[in-house]
């Protein structure tokens, strides 16, 4: 996979748009490299499906502009862009059987008759639908027909792919073999996918890198790695996986290190400076339950003493809810199977986690 | 349980309703009409004699007036059909596509004609094509024409009429066909690269062609035996066979004969209608299983 950010293959300039004067997007800027599978992740209502149908060319934008290599696609319809899409109902043609469906785009581009035909056979192998060739839509699972869609939207071996939501539809098993099979299919085909979806699961497993969208703008953009570790702010942090949170001041910074005063009248924290935080601004200190432990860690490590008020079973590890004094409740994800014992509810257990783990999240 | 023979009673008496009204109001008069074709004319009451005789059927088919009549009854039928179809399809298509409230409205607007009787409305467009009608007299007080025009009895008239009283019978199917299309397959279309009109007649096309045949279907089958427009806005050269079953049995009182052109008639449309949707059924079926 080849990311070359120099010359990006997309590039989203200053793309604003709204409905009925209601903003869905403001003031977007992004740029996505070739062979790429970039997710576009937020609720909805963040713009994202917005964003990607402008990328499309289904929608105009208010002002911006939209490249794909360098070359201005702003003013094309979705019929000139070297971009396709998967759409969320699919929208197959119903009155077509499958390879007709797959075949109607290379129908579009008046292709000799043998090349459609080559090309046709080629992407139902892909999609492993050879046999469901003469089927009609309606004649198809949910799965069967995701599998179709994407075909169809390959076949014209674009630039780029969309998908939108492409997994909303099928049931949890089917979408976990969908997301194995949608990134080896990227792979064999090389061609850069961006996808949009709500689930920051479905994000973090797929991608390559990511954008967070909250309410028309993008609020980060990172690999899925970096944006779990190093969220940038507390949306992106609270929006992806789970964290617990302590509000509080800065009230030193020292060689790398901050100390922090809880809101909530506990001991003092430390955390490594990661963002930019001077003395006496409000901040949140966020840290993974995976990176929390029940017991005592290390020297230098934060420790808060709490009460277990449930313990929350997930199979390979349990997430142990503790409330800490009039503070919040944290969760503490502890791993089965290392010999450590399981606190259980009503226990008063001490909970730490080294400075590292913190995230200093600004306002 | 007591409820399986309740349930098989309640069955029967839903299904039977129906069955009694159609037998009732159409097989029963129909096996009349039948009865009456097979019949011989006489100067009585009423006028005609069981026979059974095929003599009736004989006479429209060797009378050449009468195939005469049916063929220009067709040939009007379809010109007007076709016309309605080409202005019905893109007001259909703006009534779908227009906002959701808007809708309403104009769908009132294509019924609200039904709201004055069928008769006054032809009435009144004989107020307006006659020589010394609105048209004429604007088109002379404005220099244009020195002459009336003549408007009324002929051919064009009888077009103009059936296509002005049966457009909202194209207007209605079709519009309840284009508003179930799917926008994004329309979308999906254009994403793979289809222009607007090969995007027409790919998909939106094809999708439609049940509310197509609806709407042409009610527009031709009342036309072909349309009479009343063609009695008063037609002329000598507009025979239609619903006017010459109207003159036999009124005019010639020959009750046998008007009720074998009607019985021909009926298996004339009927059996063309039975087969064409019996083709269509699978599509609509297909439809509405797709998300």
Redesign the interface.
Known sequence: MSTDHRRPLLSVESISKSFAGIPALADVNLQIGRGELFALLGASGSGKTTLLRII???ERPDSGRIRIEGRDVTGL????RP???V?Q???????MTVRGNIA??LK??RLPRETIEARVREMLELVQMSEYAAR???QLSGGQ?QRVALA??LA?LPKLLLLDEPMA?LDRKLREQMRVELVTIQKRVGITFILVTHDQEEALSLASRLAVMERGRIVQVGTPREIYDRPASRFVASFIGQINLFEGRVIERAGGMLTIRPDDGGPDIRATDGAAADVGDAVAVAVRPEKMRVGRAGPGANVRRGLVRHVEFLGESSVVHVEIGAGPRVRVSVPHGNGAAMPSTGDIVEVSWPAEAGVILRN | MTGGREHSLMRAAVLGVPWLWLSAFILLPFSIVVAISLSVATDAQPPYVFGPVLDNYRLIVEDTLYLAALGNAIRIAATSSVVCLFIGYPMAYAIARAQPRWRGPLLALVILPFWTSFLIRIYAWMTLLRPTGLINQVLIDLGIIDAPLQLMNNAFAVHLGIIYAYLPFMILPLYASIERLDPSLLEAAADLGSRPWRRFLSVTLPLTLPGIVAGTLLVFVPAVGEFVIPELLGGPDTPMIGRLLWTEFFNNRDWPVAASIAVALTALLVVPVAILQHMLAPREEAREVNP
């Open positions: 499309a060319g289904l319809p979705a019929y000139e971009v396709n899409t759409f109902s699919y929208a197959l043609f119903p009155h109607f785009g579009q581009d009609r839509p309606h027909r169809r939207s014209k539809a």
